[in-house]
């Protein structure tokens, strides 16, 4: 993990309003929320893993399943997180407990973050910045 430090920090906004600026760029809430934190994730890439910005947040009036809930942002960071291969190499054998457990867990849910997705982080946040502090 690597934070990413901005201007949007300690910033607060509706939720549904973060919803309409940044879904249509490609961010989604995170399965890590709760009622009364979360985060946006951008999936960045796939190589060899996942590496995602999350600008995480956290409720300061209201649950986050409730209309109306304002939000204060966080530090962002760049995640990776490496999954194992070769899961799927025999899939002739054990299909029916392929059907429950589709998922594998990680690897190493805190994989080293290559340098181009460090770079590319922080042009996705200066571009957020820019939106979103007008």
Known sequence: MIEIPSAL???TFL????EQELKPLGY???????????SFDYKMADDVGYQFLRLP???IDGQLDSYGA???LKRPYVLCHKYQRGLDDNVHIGNINASFNQFSEPEDPDATVPDQYVAMAKMLV???EERLLR
């Open 28 to 38: 989604v809430i995170g399965g890590n929320w709760d009622y009364d934190h979360g």
């Open 9 to 11: 920090e300690g910033k």
């Open 70 to 72: 304002t939000v204060e």
């Open 15 to 18: 939720l549904n309003v973060l």
């Open 126 to 128: 200066k571009d957020l």
């Open 57 to 59: 947040f956290v409720a």
